[in-house]
């Protein structure tokens, strides 16, 4: 079990060290992929499920535009897979990709 949080928390200071060197993310989109990896942390299931709501209220974001522009750009630049479900009780499926973390070795 203290390999896997050993592993764990290795995968999470590489991505904080991406979004860090990712001159395109602000304040917010750090602020919404911490939530993320701390929702996905709590749940201990990968794909999650997970409700704006609770999003907004992790990460603090107030406006629902804010959290949607950044969600939307987070998808874009490669942090995550995002399927919204419009379903009132079940949240949207949430996939963390690493793929920006990937790309960060290039550079």
Request: glycine share 6%; aromatic share 10%; hydrophobic share 35%.
């Amino acid at each position: 079990m203290k390999g896997l949080r050993d592993a764990s928390a290795a995968m999470d200071v590489a991505i904080l060290e991406a979004v860090k060197s990712d001159d395109r993310l602000n304040s917010y989109h750090i602020s919404l992929y911490t939530a993320l990896l701390y929702y996905a942390k709590g749940i201990r299931q990968l794909p999650f499920h997970a409700s704006r709501r609770k999003l907004m209220g992790f990460s603090r974001i107030k406006s629902g535009a804010t959290y949607h522009k950044c969600l939307r750009e987070l998808v874009s630049y490669g942090y995550l897979d995002y399927h919204p479900s419009f379903h009132p009780q079940q949240g949207s499926r949430i996939v963390l990709t690493g793929t920006a973390v990937d790309s960060d070795d290039d550079r």
